[in-house]
């Protein structure tokens, strides 16, 4: 497998570690293979696509040759009037931000970066369930059905270059990003109660072993999929524990 750079961006004003970075770059050293990060931190409402390319890549100082064929996508930003219970009040602008950080940017990711394929790749985005609604999660649940979406356009649009996109939907983890949704905590406890192989919300290693998986040429046959690493959380009809 080729070396691997992760594109994400910071979460929140501190710009603490995305979580792409806290699901992932564990994961990709403990199975030998090398990561990059590389941050972007635009204005998705004011630039998108090439400049975002542009930052990834001059940012970081990378040549465009030395970028790799497989990228793992986490990108999500709601603002704090978009979540926590805040559905019905949301302003249009608050949603319009979640949508793209958190859907759009993924097409402009990829299009700005899949001319750099030559030999096809795969493109990996980070998913929390968006057939149902969350507590909660409100227009951030609104954007991933969206990210869903573009996974399976992108998929369509890219597969005569050889190019795979796939999406992991993730059980609940404990990371930077996941301090800025409000309740988060109530959130996780739901697995505790109906994921049938249990679920620890301090380990990320399941879900970046299944990132690893869709990156790998174990998957050279599947695009356009949501894998569920979730312990099995989102195939039962209710808890199993009270």
Not at 44 to 63: H, N, Q, T
Not at 102 to 130: H, I, N, Q, R
Request: glycine residues 10%; aromatic residues 10%.
């Amino acid at each position: 497998m080729a070396d691997v750079l992760l594109a994400a961006m910071p979460f929140g004003p501190l710009f603490a570690p995305s979580l792409g970075l806290s699901l992932l770059k564990a994961g990709l050293a403990r199975a030998g293979v090398a990561a990059r990060a590389r941050y972007f931190t635009l204005d998705f409402a004011e630039r998108i696509g090439e400049p975002l390319y542009s930052r990834v890549a001059d940012g970081g100082k990378l040549p465009v040759t030395a970028l790799a064929g497989e990228w793992i996508f986490s990108a999500g930003l709601a603002p704090g009037d978009a979540l926590g219970g805040n559905f019905m009040s949301a302003p249009p602008e608050s949603a319009e931000l979640a949508f793209r950080t958190s859907a759009y940017s993924f097409k402009a990711l990829a299009e700005a970066l899949v001319p750099l394929m030559d030999d096809g790749g795969s493109l990996v985005g980070m998913d929390f369930d968006a057939t149902v609604a969350w507590p909660i999660y409100d227009w951030m649940g609104v954007a991933k059905a969206a990210l869903e979406s573009v996974s399976r356009y992108l998929a369509r649009d890219l597969g005569e270059r050889n190019v795979r996109v796939n999406l992991i939907s993730a059980g609940p983890v404990e990371t930077p990003a996941a301090q800025g949704i409000p309740g988060f905590e109530m959130l996780a406890g739901l697995w505790k109660k109906q994921a049938p192989l249990g679920w620890n919300t301090s380990d990320p290693a399941p879900v970046a072993d299944a990132v690893l998986f869709l990156l790998s040429d174990l998957a050279r046959a599947i695009t356009g999929e949501i894998l569920h690493v979730d312990g099995g959380f989102h195939a039962m009809g209710a808890p199993l524990r009270p």
